[in-house]
């Protein structure tokens, strides 16, 4: 049980620090710091009168979910398609994605976090690495009084809230475990230590860049032999952006496979796929 709970914080952790990888320039140091306590009290309230257990929560996380996967997987095949696999159609990648993860999301929950938990080790060990490469790059001067002054606040901070709770949705009430305070407390602090690494990097253009966290990675080379070394970090951003899908896939699975015999699951998830597709290509 103990191995169950601290698989879930890790994957909590991973999962929230995904978003706010990949909606860094939808935030806002304010947004977050607000956020953080909104959402633990949501949160709370959401565990305390176990709101997860009931049949309007489970369609509208349903109905909520949809657009996500689509609009995600729109997202995450074009980064492919403009970062690492340049030669390839969107369509061909876009595939390729929903067949892998429609393997692996029918192996199950667990399956689902092992994967996640190890390769968290890479992940933490590539992060580590552009910590200390881009470390020399940072300029104190941009963690001004303009950090705190920003356009939207209001909407930035619903979202990082709306963003946090849907996280909750996504790990606690699939495994039944408790969910703890220090749990997003951890999360949110790590996260505005990581903003302010960034903005001090990059300053006001952060706002303006389409992957702040991958172009903070294009200013340096390794040992001044390996260029390009952002690719490395460009496969980082795609592994914390392909758990964000996963968790997603086994979450709607879940929800569609409710009371439906285990012949007709796999039938009725492809079909589900299928349509997915065919939205998220008319966004191409």
């Known amino acids: 049980m103990k191995n169950i709970k601290l698989e879930n914080k890790i994957a909590y952790f991973m999962l929230t620090f995904s978003i706010f990888i990949l909606n860094f320039k939808y935030l806002s140091f304010i947004s977050i710091l607000f956020g953080t306590f909104i959402s633990l009290f ?53 595939i390729s994605l929903l067949t892998s993860i429609f393997l692996i999301g029918n192996k199950g929950y667990h399956t689902i976090i092992k994967i996640i938990i190890l390769s968290s080790y890479f992940l933490f060990f590539i992060f580590i690495l552009g910590i200390i490469l881009t470390f020399l790059y940072i300029k104190p001067n941009y963690l001004t009084i303009n ?16 963003s946090q709770v849907y996280c909750y949705f996504l790990i606690y009430p699939i495994t039944k475990t408790k ?80 009371n439906v015999k285990k012949k007709k699951q796999q039938i009725l998830i492809l079909l589900f796929l299928v349509i997915i597709l065919f939205l998220s290509s008319m966004m191409f």
Do not use: H, M, W
Request: glycine share 2%; with cysteine.
């Open 42 to 94: 949501a949160i709370l309230l959401i565990d305390y009168f176990r709101l997860y257990k009931y049949k309007t929560t489970k369609i509208l996380l349903f109905i909520i979910s949809i657009p996500i996967f689509i609009y995600s997987i729109n997202k995450i095949s074009y980064f492919i398609g403009d970062n690492i696999l340049k030669e390839y159609s969107i369509i061909i990648i876009t």
């Open 147 to 162: 950090l705190l002054v920003g356009d939207n606040i209001f909407l930035k901070t619903i979202f990082y809230v709306l």
């Open 179 to 258: 969910f703890l305070k220090k749990d997003i407390l951890i999360s949110s602090v790590f996260q505005i230590i990581i903003y302010l690494f960034i903005y001090s990097i990059l300053g006001i253009l952060t706002i303006y860049l389409k992957y702040p966290y991958v172009t903070i990675f294009k200013k340096v080379s390794l040992f001044y032999f390996i260029e390009r070394i952002e690719i490395i970090f460009s496969l980082n951003y795609l592994f914390y952006f392909y758990y964000f899908l996963l968790l997603i896939y086994f979450q709607l699975k879940t929800i569609i496979c409710l």
